[in-house]
């Protein structure tokens, strides 16, 4: 079913960006499920976050600043940011790649998250002019799997790799990290349920400090 043509009466929607959905709210939905004990908790994923303002929508997570929402709350998650992470397993083959030095990352596969809409990406973390080799994906989740596998280095964003690196999956390779002006937002209406206004602390209190800084 169509999450914008599903009946909404007694549902706690949530809607979220597919990729943020899967990697960061997926391991927090019992923490939602928990606080809507009287309603059906429902997860609608759009890209387009018009999609999120309509008035059954409970909360919504999208990324961007206040001012993008003038007539919404913006309670913030977490910075735009994101470092190179890999497997310990490919870590181990390439010690190097602790090392400091940005060539180490030349000297390895490479994964690269490319679309149109990509911020990140190799060339401008290393500075190169020019298109790096290495294996593309327009999916985020897909790279991740590869990253995982041991199959290359991926650069990761914080919110989207927390799971993987409190689970040690993926370990992060380097304390710097690039930072987007934008940022990750829980969006709610001025005047919400005490229910929501639950979730929101919950899933804001949820939030793990630990970046797996090297």
């Given at each position: 079913m169509n999450a914008l043509d599903a009946p909404v009466c007694d549902m706690f929607i949530v809607g979220c960006p597919y990729n943020l959905q899967q990697m960061w709210l997926m391991p927090r939905l019992d923490i939602v499920s928990s606080k809507v004990a009287t309603s059906q908790v429902m997860l609608m994923t759009s890209y387009n976050f018009s999609d999120f303002d309509k008035p059954y929508v409970t909360i919504s997570l999208r990324f961007g600043k206040p001012e993008d929402w003038p007539d919404l709350v913006a309670t913030k998650l977490f910075n735009g940011e994101w470092f190179p992470v890999c497997s310990p397993g490919f870590l181990e083959s390439h010690p190097t790649l602790l090392s400091g030095d940005p060539s180490a990352f030349l000297e390895v596969p490479l994964l690269h998250f490319s679309t149109p809409e990509a911020i990140d990406s190799w060339e401008s973390w290393l500075g190169v002019d020019g298109k790096l080799d290495g294996q593309r994906f327009s999916n985020y989740l897909s790279m991740i799997h590869e990253?995982?596998?041991?199959?290359?280095?991926?650069?990761?964003?914080?919110?989207?790799?927390?799971?993987?690196?409190?689970?040690?999956h993926v370990v992060r390779l380097t304390p710097m990290s690039r930072r987007?002006?934008?940022?990750?937002?829980?969006?709610?209406?001025?005047?919400?349920?005490?229910?929501?206004?639950?979730?929101v602390k919950a899933l804001v209190d949820s939030i793990d400090d630990y970046a797996g800084q090297p």
């Open positions: 990253t995982i596998a041991g199959r290359g280095i991926a650069l990761a964003w914080i919110g989207f790799i927390e799971e993987h690196l409190r689970l040690g987007h002006d934008n940022s990750f937002y829980i969006v709610t209406g001025k005047t919400i349920s005490p229910v929501a206004r639950e979730v």
